[in-house]
Nanobody, 129 residues
Framework: QVQLVESGGGLVQAGGSLRLSCAASGRVSSINAMGWYRQAPGKEREGVSS????????YYADSVNGRFTISRDNAKNTVYLQMNRLKPEDTAVYYC??????????????????????WGQGTQVTVFS
C-alpha cells in the first residue's frame, strides 16, 4: 500500500502562485509515476500533470502548460506542483496520485485516471479575481 498526503493549498489572488506538495509513504518502491489532478465543483476530475519517478519525464494538460511545473525529490518521496500565474478557473480540489510499475507510459502521459492506483485526500486551491 501507498499513502499520499497533499499540502500547500490555499487562497490566492489571480496572477499569484502556490506550491503543492505530495508526500508518499509505504511501498514507495512500487511507484512508477506520480500525478496531479483537480476537480472543480460540478465538474469531472481532470489530469493536470504527471511525472515518472525514475527519469523525471513530465507531462502537462494544455490548460496549465507553461504555468505549472511538476517536480520530484526522490530522497524525500515527495512530488511538487509549482503553480504560477494562477487563474480563477484553476480553482479546484487538487489531488495527488501514484501509479505503480505496471502502468504503461502512455497512460502516465495521458494522465489516465484509472491507471493511478493510489490517491490522496486532496487540497483546496481557490483563486479569486
Amino acid at each position: 500500500q501507498v499513502q499520499l498526503v497533499e499540502s500547500g493549498g490555499g487562497l490566492v489572488q489571480a496572477g499569484g502562485s502556490l506550491r503543492l506538495s505530495c508526500a508518499a509513504s509505504g511501498r514507495v518502491s512500487s511507484i512508477n509515476a506520480m500525478g496531479w489532478y483537480r476537480q472543480a465543483p460540478g465538474k469531472e476530475r481532470e489530469g493536470v500533470s504527471s511525472i515518472t519517478v525514475r527519469d523525471g519525464k513530465t507531462y502537462y494538460a494544455d490548460s496549465v502548460n507553461g504555468r505549472f511545473t511538476i517536480s520530484r525529490d526522490n530522497a524525500k518521496n515527495t512530488v511538487y506542483l509549482q503553480m504560477n500565474r494562477l487563474k480563477p478557473e484553476d480553482t479546484a480540489v487538487y489531488y495527488c496520485a501514484a501509479a505503480t510499475d505496471s502502468t504503461p507510459l502512455l497512460h502516465i502521459a495521458n494522465m489516465r485516471i484509472r491507471s493511478f492506483d493510489y490517491w490522496g485526500q486532496g487540497t483546496q486551491v481557490t483563486v479569486f479575481s
